[in-house]
């Protein structure tokens, strides 16, 4: 390896020594022009042109937005102090119509600044807000036409004129939107949300009460009404939608287990349902003892007082003598004895405090009715009653699980009067159509093995038909070399005998190539 680059290098070196000041020249302008323009190219490829998202930011919104824009994975720089964010210039319309579906951003507006390099010089103020109402108005339509199912938008914009007297309220923008939806398309709760936001922080002083949106067909999008979802219409219908996915969930369970056992074209299941919705909360302050035996609380503090008392003089009898005032002692000298014991304990017991919110939709009441086909649709007695007990212990089970901690209130009685089996010939069934067999019929069997005995027939004649085409091909790739190599060898014989000989041995060992070598000869004659 060694040798090789040496000699490759005094090659080159050699190579070098012979060229001229002029090759040279030449070869190094060459190198430099290629790499400039390779320099080009890149710094072309990877170049992009920034235009400003938003203006005017807060820090805390700057830096929101930039939050926003690094997980997307979306260059951008910012300028002005923090307060304005840009983009590449193709995304720019883009992302203004996402982060107005995401709320985006809070406080300030969009930069519509390009629009005044159009004036020119002498332009009356009256002139420049005309031209930027109408870029505004422009910009908007083609910001909201980038919007799944929107065909076409016109916005109209009504700015507040300005007051001549200073006073601290500013005048308030309206706007009116006409969308042209594509056909069969409903914009979404989110889509509207996003186009009120996307309007109000596109105009100054726009609130987005002051926005009206409707479609070529006048149905109106408010804003308050695609957001209320405790309006009495969405409530209804959310739990018309629990209601019916929980009596859907429990009629599958059922018609599959019942459809096992009896056959699924011999079950029909109705499930009922009473849900409860009530959002309940409530709060508890209990206070137990920290030994359930006992019923006492922790000791915390404990004290013990003893008191006597013991000598003479203590004072006479209390209510004695004549005259005396009862309650009182009397003027008598006498001996007593005076004690007191008292203890004192603090005790601590535990207290609880429960903060519980009761879960909606939970199971008030249940009922199953269960229709069975017998066997013998004519012959209702030919299903068992031990069969119709089974299932009616099946459904009490399911009853049972499904209501809970309320099952525990009801009697054996009053759940089995929750479900009802019914015994019965359908009569709505299609008749004429035979019961469908899971089993693979007999004469599709045996069309599907003639099938596969032909195909492999099939097979077998084109691979020997195949074979047959190349050993042919490769006999006329031989065959002549071999007849020209034997005519060489007869020529090539010197007496008449040997020719005679070798025709001879050719003729008795392959008769087809003799005859093919006649042939060649006749021909050539």
């Not at 600044?113 to 422009?138: C, H, I, Y």
């Not at 938008?153 to 009116?176: C, F, H, L, R, T």
């Not at 996915?245 to 349902?273: A, C, F, H, S, Y």
């Not at 519980?356 to 068992?384: H, T």
Request: glycine share 8%; no cysteine.
């Amino acid at each position: 390896m060694n040798e090789r680059i040496k000699t490759f290098l005094n090659s080159a070196k050699e190579r070098w020594k012979k060229t001229t000041k002029k090759q040279r020249l030449w070869l190094f302008t060459g190198l430099g022009v290629a790499a400039v323009a390779l320099i080009a190219l890149i710094f072309f490829s990877t170049y992009k042109p920034y235009a400003p998202l938003y203006s005017d930011l807060s820090p805390e919104e700057t830096g929101q937005i930039k939050q926003t824009l690094e997980a997307k994975g979306i260059p951008y720089k910012i300028g002005k102090d923090g307060t304005t964010i840009s983009v590449p210039k193709d995304q720019v319309d883009d992302l203004k119509v996402e982060l107005a579906a995401e709320g985006l951003p809070k406080t300030g507006q969009i930069d519509y600044s390009f629009f005044g390099k159009n004036a020119n010089f002498g332009m009356t103020d009256k002139q420049f807000d005309v031209l930027e109402r109408a870029a505004v108005q422009t910009e908007l339509s083609n910001l909201i036409s980038g919007i799944s199912g929107v065909q076409s938008a016109k916005v109209m914009i009504n700015m507040p004129k300005e007051s001549v007297w200073v006073s601290d309220k500013q005048g308030e923008a309206s706007a009116s939107i006409v969308l042209r939806l594509k056909p069969g398309y409903h914009l979404t709760d989110e889509q509207v949300n996003g186009l009120y936001h996307l309007v109000s922080k596109s105009v100054p002083n726009l609130p987005e009460d002051n926005i009206v949106i409707m479609d070529q067909n006048f149905n109106y999008y408010d804003k308050n009404s695609a957001n209320n979802a405790d309006s009495t219409l969405s409530v209804y219908q959310q739990q018309q939608e629990v209601k019916k996915d929980i009596e859907k969930d429990i009629q599958r369970r059922v018609q599959q287990m019942l459809g096992m056992m009896m056959g699924m074209d011999k079950v029909l299941v109705n499930v009922t349902t009473d849900i409860d919705f009530t959002k309940q909360k409530t709060s508890e302050d209990l206070v137990e003892p920290v030994d359930p035996n006992t019923m006492q609380g922790l000791a915390v503090s404990t004290e013990h007082i003893t008191e006597s008392y013991q000598g003479s003089g203590a004072g006479g009898v209390v209510g004695t003598g004549n005259n005396q005032v009862p309650g009182y002692q009397s003027g008598g000298n006498g001996n007593g004895n005076y004690q007191r014991v008292e203890d004192r304990i603090n005790y601590e017991f535990n207290k609880i405090h429960n903060d519980i919110q009761k879960s909606p939709y939970q199971i008030k009441d249940l009922g199953i009715q269960v229709m069975v086909e017998p066997p013998n649709p004519n012959n209702p007695a030919s299903l068992s009653n031990q069969t119709v007990q089974d299932i009616k212990q099946i459904l009490n089970t399911i009853i049972t699980t499904s209501l809970g901690d309320q099952a525990s209130n009801l009697t054996p009685q009053q759940i089995a009067n929750k479900s009802v089996v019914t015994v019965e010939k359908f009569n709505g069934k299609v008749t004429g159509t035979p019961n469908p067999k899971t089993g693979i019929p007999l004469w599709l069997k045996i069309a599907s093995g003639v099938a596969v005995l032909l195909i492999i027939v099939l097979i077998f004649v084109i691979l020997r038909l195949r074979r047959r085409e190349e050993d042919e091909e490769r006999v006329e790739e031989i065959q002549p070399q071999a007849v020209q190599d034997q005519k060489i060898d007869l020529l090539a014989g010197g007496e008449q005998d040997d020719k005679r000989r070798q025709l001879e041995e050719l003729a008795r060992k392959n008769p087809a190539e003799f005859a093919k070598l006649l042939r060649t000869w006749l021909s050539e004659d």
